[in-house]
């Protein structure tokens, strides 16, 4: 497949592998991170569009900047811009908080020569956002929980599943994706969970090099991101653990057992030593919660559209889609194979055909199916 560049060139892209799967589910084209269809949907959207809201995510403002960082061809599907890992952490922190943006920043804390906190940024920052003027909102939150919706699928049996190795018996929801420049020149795995977004990059800052043959980040950056992700969701649920406990003895110690009296944030900090916004980390339950303004629909993979008798159980899939843009047609595709498969008899194990071979009296006709195979 072929596309024509604004200048006139021809644009041959290749999924990894050379293999060309035809039509596939925008879910299994994103978690496979299949090239050709990026390019198609970077087709569809138009360039304005796409850089608009790449531009957003990675906090790019200036125009001349914009045009310096988004070239204006087919391989930016692709992820031909430079950017580094704290600006894709910053990108992808949009999709883990409903659409809206997180400015990055390096101190979370300052502690004096006797270790005690002295300056919280964090969670002036986090008070900031909650209270003053809050985070910018920079797509829809339903569009925001489709993406990882589907990026969940990546780490589930897509290009981050060998982070799964490592990851252990991890219970919070897991959204991700890998990321390999041509000639195996960078590899990435950027994901997130409700609590933590993790950038993972190898590679080089200057031109030249490649990591090696086939280097890819599924390979190299998901094991790594996998493992860091299992390690600090442990210290999530250990210092879930401890906070619990030193609640209960400050409680105890200010008589207040059963007896209502709050024990303040600040309170906690001094007790454990840690940096308050810490605290309100773990003292809350997070999920990636659905939205309103979304619906769930049985689908067939095969062609997206409403399943027909012809549609096989395991071709069926619950999707979600906005309301406006839940499909109307009835899959043909299934059928249109069924009938094709009857016109030619089976070969033998010889390459000839044996016109007896097929028993018809085993064959259920369509008609005769109950309206949901599912009620099989």
């Known amino acids: 497949m072929y596309f024509r560049e604004p200048n006139g060139n021809l644009y041959i892209p290749d999924n990894h592998g050379e293999v060309y799967r035809g039509d596939v589910p925008v879910r299994d084209a994103l978690a496979l991170s299949l090239n050709i269809p990026a390019v198609e949907v970077l087709q569809m959207l138009h360039f304005d569009e796409a850089i608009a809201m790449a531009s957003r995510l990675l906090g790019v403002r200036d125009p001349d900047e914009i045009s310096r960082i988004f070239p204006r061809s087919w391989a930016l599907a692709l992820g031909t811009v430079g950017v580094s890992p704290l600006g894709m952490a910053r990108a992808y922190s949009a999709f883990a908080n409903g659409g809206r943006g997180v400015e990055p920043a390096a101190v979370l804390c300052v502690r004096d020569s006797n270790g005690r906190i002295i300056a919280d940024p964090e969670s002036e920052r986090a008070e900031s956002a909650q209270f003053g003027d809050g985070m910018p909102r920079l797509m829809?939150?339903?569009?925001?929980?489709?993406?990882?919706?589907?990026?969940?699928?990546?780490?589930?049996?897509?290009?981050?599943?060998?982070?799964?190795?490592?990851?252990?018996?991890?219970?919070?929801?897991?959204?991700?994706?890998?990321?390999?420049?041509?000639?195996?020149?960078?590899?990435?795995?950027?994901?997130?969970?409700?609590y933590f977004v993790t950038a993972v990059w190898f590679g080089f800052d200057r031109g030249g090099g490649s990591l090696g043959t086939s280097r890819s980040g599924a390979l190299l950056?998901?094991?790594?991101?996998?493992?860091?992700?299992?390690?600090?969701?442990?210290?999530?649920?250990?210092?879930?653990?401890?906070?619990?406990?030193?609640?209960?003895?400050?409680?105890?110690?200010?008589?207040?057992?059963?007896?209502?009296?709050?024990?303040?944030?600040?309170?906690?900090?001094?007790?454990?030593?840690?940096?308050?916004?810490?605290?309100?980390?773990?003292?809350?339950?997070?999920?990636?919660?659905?939205?309103?303004?979304?619906?769930?629909?049985?689908?067939?993979?095969?062609?997206?559209?409403?399943?027909?008798?012809?549609?096989?159980?395991?071709?069926?899939?619950?999707e979600l889609f906005f309301p406006d843009n839940v499909p109307e047609e009835e899959c043909t595709i299934c059928r249109d194979e069924l009938l094709k498969s009857l016109e030619a008899p089976p070969e033998t194990i010889d390459g000839r055909i044996d016109t007896n071979a097929i028993d018809r009296s085993l064959l259920q006709l369509p008609d005769a199916m109950p309206e949901d195979i599912d009620d099989f």
């Open 140 to 194: 829809k939150p339903q569009t925001a929980y489709l993406v990882t919706d589907i990026l969940q699928s990546a780490v589930s049996y897509g290009t981050v599943a060998a982070a799964r190795f490592s990851l252990g018996g991890i219970r919070y929801p897991l959204a991700g994706k890998t990321g390999t420049s041509q000639n195996w020149h960078n590899a990435w795995t950027v994901g997130y969970s409700p």
């Open 221 to 318: 950056a998901s094991p790594v991101w996998g493992q860091f992700m299992h390690d600090i969701h442990a210290t999530l649920d250990r210092d879930r653990v401890l906070l619990a406990a030193a609640q209960r003895d400050l409680e105890r110690s200010a008589g207040g057992a059963g007896g209502g009296i709050a024990v303040s944030r600040e309170d906690l900090s001094r007790h454990l030593d840690i940096p308050p916004s810490w605290i309100s980390v773990i003292s809350e339950e997070r999920a990636f919660e659905r939205p309103p303004g979304l619906v769930e629909y049985t689908v067939c993979v095969k062609s997206g559209l409403r399943p027909s008798a012809y549609c096989a159980r395991e071709d069926r899939r619950r």
